[in-house]
């Protein structure tokens, strides 16, 4: 289950190319045989916990030259992590969403790009469950628990705001037909199937899950952000591409009346910062006790006896323990608003990721600044490659801005005013 696997298909020890003229990259083919399937949370913690011990020992040189994690991505997918989310009725292990984000934070402590390129397939996974009807949940559901991975053409670079989108479908027959342009698409590069948002004649949206390869579909490989360097992410463009009936989820419906989509979308996030924080903390740890030295006026032997950067490393500490006991909350609120979706417990639950929220924001910027303080100059050098913590603590922190979360919370406890309903809430 946690053994990476040699793929023969392709060099995923090789730098990605940089591409000077844009171009559409292949798919990746399905995986041959079905993958492991989760039984309890208590496995599914085990498993993230031997993945990371493998993923983290590549993931400076990754980051540095820009490797795709193919090979990594599939055994996390092939694991049974990426179909933890499947309720129990249809064959899946449904945990806690308390233990689903404690599983996106453990990849994420050891390569938070590989712990991203799940997020929004764990978000659809969810909405399938809120939003379709009985024969579609039995389809696509089987499909995620045999390993098929899903990506997402989601969001778009130019529109005027994030929730507003251009793409479209027009009905053909038993299929639908879609056309746009998406950007922000984290893991669509190495997807199987791509859920894209696309608006009907009515103006509401949906999830159209087109094969990766579809004709029509494109994904080019122009993500340049310098953080989160890894996540598979890009421009996808769409050309009439045929997506069947049975693959057009209605995830307006999710936000029509109180469901805990939103909720659930937001909580990943929280937990890929916590684990971005998670790896700072312990990167400052080793360096100060084996290669910093101490200060000049100390009168101290060892780095790590320097009463200020104890003080330091315990206030990071401290503060990372109380953005993981909010994040462990919020699942526990998550779970209770997926059983009962009452506008009061889906509220509840809105507020407990949006604490958590913004404790997991603050400590990731937090912990991958005080890293080079507490561990000095030599922790800059380019051997070490320790920047890539703030580069991606500070890339992944601006997916939805924190000032906002202060102003829900503040709504809520002042004036009664629940959070609105959408995926960035």
């Known amino acids: 289950m946690s053994t990476l696997q040699t793929e023969d298909a392709v060099t995923a020890s090789q730098p990605h190319p940089t591409n000077t003229t844009p171009r559409g990259v292949p798919g990746y083919p399905r995986p041959a045989q079905p993958a492991h399937i989760i039984q309890s949370d208590e496995e599914a913690i085990r498993v993230a916990t031997e993945l990371a011990a493998q993923f983290v020992l590549t993931a400076a040189e990754r980051d540095r030259d820009r490797i795709l994690p193919i090979t990594e991505l599939n055994a996390f997918s092939q694991s049974g992590l990426w179909s933890i989310n499947v309720p129990k009725r249809f064959g899946g292990p449904e945990v806690s969403y308390a233990t689903l984000a404690k599983v996106v934070q453990?990849?994420?402590?050891?390569?938070p790009s590989i712990s991203q390129i799940s997020q929004n397939h764990l978000g659809v996974v969810a909405a399938i469950r809120t939003v379709s009807d009985e024969a579609q949940q039995r389809e696509l559901f089987a499909q995620v628990l045999s390993g098929v991975r899903f990506g997402n053409a989601f969001s778009e670079f130019g529109s005027k705001r994030a929730a507003d989108f251009e793409t479209r479908f027009v009905d053909d027959g038993d299929h639908v037909l879609v056309s746009g342009k998406k950007f922000y698409s984290s893991g669509a590069l190495l997807a199987h199937l791509v859920p894209i948002v696309a608006l009907d004649d009515q103006g509401r949206a949906w999830y159209a899950i087109a094969d990766r390869?579809?004709?029509?579909?494109?994904?080019?490989d122009d993500w340049s952000a310098f953080g989160q360097r890894t996540t598979a992410s890009g421009t996808v463009l769409l050309d009439n591409v045929r997506v069947p009936k049975t693959h057009l989820v209605p995830g307006y419906k999710g936000y029509e009346a109180p469901s805990a989509d939103g909720a659930i979308f937001q909580i990943v996030q929280v937990a890929i910062?916590?684990?971005i924080a998670e790896a700072a903390i312990n990167e400052t740890i080793r360096f100060v006790r084996e290669k910093s030295r101490p200060w000049?006026?100390?009168?101290l032997d060892r780095a790590s006896d320097d009463p200020y950067t104890i003080q330091r490393v315990g206030d990071l500490t401290l503060r990372l323990h109380a953005a993981e006991a909010l994040q462990e909350k919020a699942g526990l609120w998550i779970d209770r608003a997926v059983a009962e979706p009452t506008a009061d417990n889906v509220a509840k639950a809105q507020i407990a990721v949006a604490e958590a929220k913004v404790l997991s924001t603050e400590i990731a910027i937090e912990a991958t600044n005080r890293l080079f303080e507490l561990a000095g100059t030599r922790s800059t050098l380019a051997e070490h490659n320790l920047d890539r913590h703030w580069r991606n603590a500070r890339t992944h922190t601006l997916h939805d801005p924190v000032r906002w979360k202060y102003a829900i919370l503040g709504n809520y406890a002042l004036?009664?005013?629940?959070?609105?309903l959408h995926a960035w809430s």
């Open 296 to 299: 000049v006026d100390s009168g």
């Open 273 to 275: 910062d916590s684990g």
């Open 213 to 220: 390869d579809a004709p029509g579909l494109t994904v080019i």
């Open 415 to 420: 004036n009664g005013v629940n959070p609105p």
């Open 106 to 111: 453990i990849i994420a402590a050891a390569d």
